[in-house]
């Protein structure tokens, strides 16, 4: 084994026989994303590919409470009020290494053990196989700080079967093992105790799919199977108006989604819409493209850096977002989202 990297590093990277394998280390802060440690990982992956001693990679995070709980949001703050030169770099960069996960020639196995949100996603979703445990939270949680799923985020979730990936995406709603298999966010499900023999496999001759054909294992009826056609009635509609409309007149479960929708950010909850209904049937690269308009709008907004104050900052988990209500937000104004920034369109090399 060759450790190209010292231990404290953020991003860990190995040789594991044919495997490359990478590491997020940051596990005090739930091995969150920075900028720096996008572009570790989409230097790795770039050089790895080509070479012929690598047939694999296997990415997970240290420690037992995360795989990637997203970006590190506190410093997209900052960055944001700086100015966009940081929070347009971080994003770009970021986005292109979910293209790279995306178009990744060899097979790549994300180890979803733990806390899997936001860039956590994009870390993972996009590669070929994605492995969840019993300690397996997905979600895509960005409504709630005033912004959208994004790294390639709406590409995967406008795939996903019937209206799952909008309920996802509006409503951030959290997922376990069971329902990450049942949506086809997890390929396989593998118990913690046989980590440590999917590792020691993984980093040996056998394929990626035999190993993981060999550890599978079911992780029992799926709880999202009994929502499934309420998922895809209410939320099929094509304005967040007609779904909250849907919910509110609907059991139990429906008016407690339409409560949820109620608290988060109405801009975030109609851009979200727009963005994953344009995704649908589109490329990678098209999605994450209007993605990185959208984010560099929400930079001179008011409601990310409201979400942030409220959830993490102040902690006062009472965000008041500008505008207040789905009434308000003007849906003619939403066009200069998806307009290309000053700075020009994101591109893909």
Known sequence: MTRDDAPSAPVLIERRGRALWLTLNRPAALNALTHDMANTVQRALYDSIGDTAVDRVVIEGAGERAFCAGGDVVAMHAAGRAGPEGWEGFFRDEYRMNQTIARYPDPYVAILDGVTMGGGVGLSIHGRYRVATERTLFAMPETAIGMIPDVGGTHALAKLPGQIGTWLGLTGARLKAADCLYAGIATHVVPVERLPLLRELLGGDDPVEQVLATLDTDPGEAPLAALRDAIDFHFAHDSVEAIVASLADGDDWARAQAATLRAMSPTSLKLSLRAIRAAAG?????????????????????????????????????????????????DADLDAYFAAPASGDIDFD
């Not at 959208?294 to 930079?299: D, H, L």
């Not at 001179?300 to 009472?318: P, S, V």
């Open 282 to 330: 589109g490329t990678i690269e098209s999605a994450l493209r209007t993605e990185y308009r959208v984010v560099s709008r929400i930079r001179t907004g008011h409601d990310f850096y409201e979400g942030i104050r409220a959830l993490l900052i102040d902690k006062d988990k009472a965000p008041e977002w500008s505008p207040p209500t789905l009434a308000e937000v003007d």
